[in-house]
């Protein structure tokens, strides 16, 4: 009997969900209030709900929000030889790289890592990474998610550079990039690895993961971040501003001051942590 009442209630909001969307809802606004109505009501799960705000927003956003800024990106200049650049492709754990001429503003073209496997085990070829050069997508700031996520699988691409109003070269974005502002953080093998760990910068400066666990900080820092209300570091870190911050906004607690590093509409994901000068830390998380 209870079985049957719960179903038939859960085919009520289920219609009701459909018919407010084939009532085309006036505003966004509007359509989320109902999609969230169905998780309160546990006829979607907090994971599904986030998916569909994430496609929602990801029409609203621009690539210039999202992308990896110009200073951030590793790139492999024209005239290096692979004993000179590979170092740097197996430290960053990335798939592509911009290649750039004598003018750093330059991109040439797009370099695959795993295009250096033939270099690597075929000892007797030369290798002349202008053979091997894949066409780039050059994409504007102001281009929405949407728009570029099209552009990605029709023309099979996985990496766009971003330029700025005057052709310059702004950052860069690629397919995973935009696919996580729907399905929240995906995280390689690598990925994993990074992020378990706080990484020291010098002797009072570390980058740190905003989905850290505020025990393992505590426990890294000898300090004593209240955990009661948040279990992350992020968590906190977002109260104090009050907002969701932007990437290079600071803030302070208990001498330990706080500079977000990476971020976009949704939230945090890395800060840079500057210690107080009598902070004793574990070398190892």
């Not at 960053?92 to 797009?110: A, C, K, Q, T, Y």
């Not at 550079?161 to 990039?177: F, K």
Request: proline share 4%; with cysteine.
């Amino acid at each position: 009997m209870n079985e049957g009442h719960s179903s038939r209630k859960k085919r009520q909001w289920l219609d009701r969900i459909g018919q407010a969307l084939l009532r085309e809802p006036q505003d966004r606004k509007q359509l989320v209030k109902v999609i969230k109505d169905a998780e309160h009501r546990h006829l979607l799960d907090a994971d599904a709900l986030e998916m569909i705000e994430g496609v929602l927003e990801v029409s609203e956003t621009h690539a210039g929000e999202i992308m990896v800024p110009r200073s951030k990106m590793v790139v492999v200049e024209i005239d290096d030889k692979p004993e000179e650049f590979i170092p740097a492709i197996i430290e960053s754990g990335h798939s592509r790289f911009p290649v750039v001429g004598e003018n750093r503003d330059e991109i040439l073209g797009l370099l695959l890592a795993k295009d250096l496997l033939r270099y690597k085990f075929d000892s007797g070829r030369t290798f002349n990474i202008k053979d091997v050069l894949r066409p780039v997508l050059f994409i504007p700031e102001g281009k929405h998610l949407d728009a570029l996520l099209r552009d990605f699988r029709q023309n099979r691409n996985h990496m766009a550079i971003v330029v700025d109003e005057y052709g310059g070269v702004a950052g860069l974005v690629t397919i995973e990039d935009v696919l996580e502002q729907i399905v929240g953080d995906i995280s390689d093998e690598h990925d994993e690895m990074a992020q378990q760990h706080i990484i020291k910068i010098n002797e009072n400066s570390y980058t740190v993961h905003a989905q850290t666990p505020i025990e393992d900080f505590n426990e890294y820092f000898h300090c004593d971040f209240d955990n009661e209300e948040f279990t992350t570091i992020g968590g906190i870190v977002v109260n104090l501003f009050g907002h969701l911050p932007e990437r290079g906004e600071r803030v302070e607690l208990k001498g330990y001051r706080f500079e977000i590093t990476q971020a976009d509409k949704r939230r945090v994901r890395q800060m840079r942590i500057t210690v107080p000068e009598n902070s004793q830390s574990d070398s190892i998380l």
